[in-house]
């Protein structure tokens, strides 16, 4: 496997898998590993939006890896999805992803998902100060992509009774509510996620299409941010 530079692979420390980040692109977070273990477990086809380097899928498929058929990952920037292909070819799982380089509202008929995972865009469009690195703009802010866009491809990618799982600002929540509803994705799951302080500064929504659900509140997750290997104390 051929790295450029600033190139290096990492141990997603599950079994053998791994991943290439890079120290020139976007990288990602803890948030990424603690929003694919929150996911149900075992779908068997799998879409991953705003995919970036590929880390939520992967992650994902690296703990199920006996139940997932099928995984596409969505990501905008040429860059994070060519890195990300190397990483699939660096797995060995060519036959089962597949990597679109497209802004997700163009993406057409890809079929239908059992689970649709996101790590989206945090900030708001036209909130605070961008920073001056494109990439990183586009990683961090509503630039190229709304969270209405998102969720409202989500239910299209869906199958009924499939699962919309992302991770947000805790801070965007009642908006997270009022567009789950817009477009018939019922909230099931909810769990807030702790840094350093008593406030969470992320929240972890699962929503079902098409099947009235009973809202469940887990524990928090207090997250330690030491390592991406998913171990959350």
Same mark, same amino acid.
């Given at each position: 496997m051929v790295l450029a530079d600033g190139e290096k692979?990492?141990?997603?420390?599950?079994?053998?898998?791994?991943?290439?980040?890079?120290?020139?692109?976007?990288?990602?977070?803890?948030?990424?590993?603690?929003?694919?273990?929150?996911?149900?477990?075992?779908?068997?086809?799998?879409?991953?939006?705003?995919?970036?380097?590929?880390?939520?899928?992967?992650?994902?498929?690296?703990?199920?890896?006996?139940?997932?058929?099928?995984?596409?990952?969505?990501?905008i920037q040429p860059s994070l999805a060519e890195m990300s292909k190397r990483s699939v070819m660096l797995n060995g799982l060519e036959n089962l992803f597949e990597v679109i380089n497209a802004p997700l509202q163009t993406v057409g008929d890809i079929g239908k998902f059992d689970l649709v995972l996101c790590n989206p865009p945090y900030d708001k469009k036209g909130s605070g100060i961008l920073p001056k690195d494109v990439g990183l703009a586009i990683a961090k802010s509503e630039v190229k992509v709304t969270l209405e866009e998102i969720i409202a491809k989500a239910y299209k990618l869906l199958k009924v009774g499939g699962r919309f799982?992302?991770?947000?600002?805790? !801070? #965007? *929540? @009642?908006?997270?509510?009022?567009?789950?509803? =817009?477009?018939? $994705?019922?909230? !099931? #799951? *909810? @769990?807030?996620?702790?840094?350093?302080?008593? =406030?969470?500064? $992320?929240?972890?929504?699962?929503?079902?299409?098409?099947?009235?659900?009973?809202?469940?509140?887990?524990?928090?997750?207090?997250?330690?941010?030491?390592?991406?290997?998913?171990?959350?104390?």
């Open positions: 692979i990492e141990s997603l420390n599950i079994k053998d898998y791994k991943i290439i980040q890079s120290e020139r692109l976007y990288r990602f977070t803890s948030d990424s590993v603690i929003l694919s273990r929150f996911a149900a477990p075992n779908a068997r086809e799998v879409c991953d939006l705003c995919s970036g380097s590929g880390i939520v899928g992967l992650h994902y498929y690296a703990l199920n890896d006996e139940s997932v058929k099928r995984c596409v990952l969505v990501e799982t992302m991770c947000h600002k805790s !801070s #965007r *929540l @009642a908006e997270i509510f009022s567009l789950t509803e =817009k477009y018939k $994705l019922n909230v !099931s #799951r *909810l @769990a807030f996620v702790y840094g350093g302080d008593d =406030k969470a500064y $992320l929240v972890l929504v699962e929503a079902v299409k098409g099947k009235k659900q009973r809202l469940e509140v887990y524990n928090a997750i207090i997250n330690d941010f030491k390592d991406f290997s998913g171990n959350v104390r």
